[in-house]
């Protein structure tokens, strides 16, 4: 089903493209994994962005009346070859001035290095999470609206603490997501006194995971901490364990928050915790309208962090002057952060506006965006726990 709507939106790309020839149109990348095992959460991050880009070519106030045309690429998620040559179309075909993505860490990290870097351009990753692409050479190209697991692994122990839950296993799926959020949380739920029971890796696409939930089983533990995806292997862990007796309790990172989680494993869910990127205030509130009244699904996972993903990249064009890799790079810090009027989703008319007439923007967007250190969010998170079918907000962290 994914394959057929990104065929679709592909063939809708290529008839776009046809009608703005004479330069009209800016073409955006958005690459993400639209088959793999975070399918189920894509569609809506890539709407999302592309509201935002919507909103900027209907204003007539984008660079004297152009419009972003997006440009539909699949990172699988996973396959960092499949990913390298999705990028590689989208910055020598289809010459994308700028990439709304990758998704995933590994695949990002990948794409960073090998294709939009060396070319010179900017990405803009709504859910890349890994610690380690804070260090990646990127020559101030990357930039991510979602914060790094260093900071979920703390907040992830911090909710168990909190709950008196001290001695847990864990699992991971086998990439450089699954390992850096691991390590993160590890280190800060052992500093904090909790124990670890066993720390073992999963691998994506397997059909039986009774062997890596018998090894977890007699470790023990208060209950089984995933940290994997919601439509592969971390739902099939959790579905083996439960199946089997293992554990009846879970704590989940960011990966596994998906609707699809709630419709595989139902009422066995209720009780499980979880961390996920989220925000709240009167940015979050004017994503939720702006949502709404376009008809888009907002909320899910990083569909927030898209929508400003996607506004960030046309705000720094505007900033720029011009629709070209160097002014999204040159000015893309400037209208994320402070000085400037605050814009908030559904505002994207307004900030365009400004900049147009020389003025100065702080873009806040759905996510309070503030971009620290090498380009990345501060963030918060959203607690959470399953009750009736349903997840719940606990707090903000």
């Known amino acids: 089903m994914m394959k057929k709507l990104l065929l679709a939106s592909a063939a809708t790309a290529l008839i776009s493209t046809g009608a703005y020839a004479d330069g009209h149109a800016v073409k955006v990348g958005v690459i993400l994994g639209f088959t793999g095992p975070i399918e189920s959460i894509t569609p809506n991050m890539a709407d999302s962005a592309e509201l935002a880009f919507k909103e900027v070519s209907e204003s007539g106030a984008f660079l004297d009346g152009k419009v972003i045309e997006a440009v539909r690429a699949d990172s699988t998620c996973v396959d960092a070859a499949a990913a390298t040559a999705a990028a590689e179309r989208l910055i020598t075909s289809d010459g994308v001035a700028a990439i709304m993505g990758a998704d995933c860490s590994g695949v990002t990290t990948a794409i960073a290095n090998n294709v939009a870097v060396p070319n010179g351009v900017v990405m803009v990753s709504p859910s890349a999470t890994s610690p380690a692409l804070s260090t990646i050479e990127d020559n101030d190209l990357f930039f991510r609206t979602a914060p790094s697991d260093a900071r979920q692994g703390e907040v992830l122990s911090a909710i168990l603490m909190d709950r008196g839950i001290t001695s847990v296993a864990v699992t991971f799926t086998n990439n450089d997501y699954g390992k850096g959020l691991s390590d993160s949380f590890i280190s800060n739920y052992e500093a904090a006194g909790g124990a670890i029971t066993i720390n073992a890796a999963h691998e994506d696409g397997k059909g039986d995971y009774s062997a890596e939930v018998g090894?977890?089983?007699?470790?023990?533990?208060?209950?089984?901490?995933?940290?994997?995806?919601?439509?592969?292997?971390?739902?099939?862990?959790?579905?083996s364990a439960l199946d089997s007796g293992a554990f009846d309790t879970f704590a989940l990172g960011d990966g596994m928050y998906a609707d699809s989680l709630i419709e595989t494993l139902g009422a066995d869910l209720?009780?499980?915790?979880?961390?996920?990127?989220?925000?709240?205030g009167a940015g979050a509130?004017?994503?939720?309208?702006?949502?709404?009244?376009a008809g888009v699904e907002g909320n899910s996972s990083f569909t927030r962090e898209s929508y400003d993903a996607a506004a960030l990249i046309a705000l720094a064009m505007q900033a720029g002057g011009e629709?070209?890799?160097?002014?999204?790079?040159?000015?893309?810090?400037?209208?994320?952060?402070?000085?400037?009027?605050?814009?908030?989703?559904g505002e994207l008319a307004k900030g365009l506006e400004i900049l147009a007439n020389g003025g100065e923007v702080?873009?806040?967007?759905?996510?309070?965006?503030?971009?620290?250190?090498?380009?990345?969010?501060?963030?918060?998170?959203?607690?959470?726990?399953?009750?009736?079918?349903?997840?719940?907000?606990?707090?903000?962290?």
Do not use: H
Request: hydrophobic share 45%; proline share 4%; glycine share 14%.
């Open 285 to 293: 509130d004017a994503f939720d309208a702006t949502v709404a009244a």
């Open 323 to 345: 629709a070209t890799r160097e002014a999204v790079a040159a000015n893309l810090l400037a209208v994320a952060n402070g000085p400037g009027e605050e814009i908030l989703p």
């Open 215 to 239: 090894a977890l089983a007699a470790a023990g533990g208060d209950l089984l901490v995933v940290l994997g995806y919601a439509d592969q292997g971390g739902v099939g862990i959790m579905q």
């Open 270 to 280: 209720n009780g499980t915790i979880g961390s996920v990127p989220w925000s709240e």
């Open 362 to 397: 702080d873009y806040i967007g759905a996510t309070n965006v503030e971009l620290i250190g090498p380009g990345e969010a501060a963030g918060t998170y959203r607690e959470y726990e399953v009750k009736d079918g349903a997840y719940e907000t606990v707090t903000f962290r």
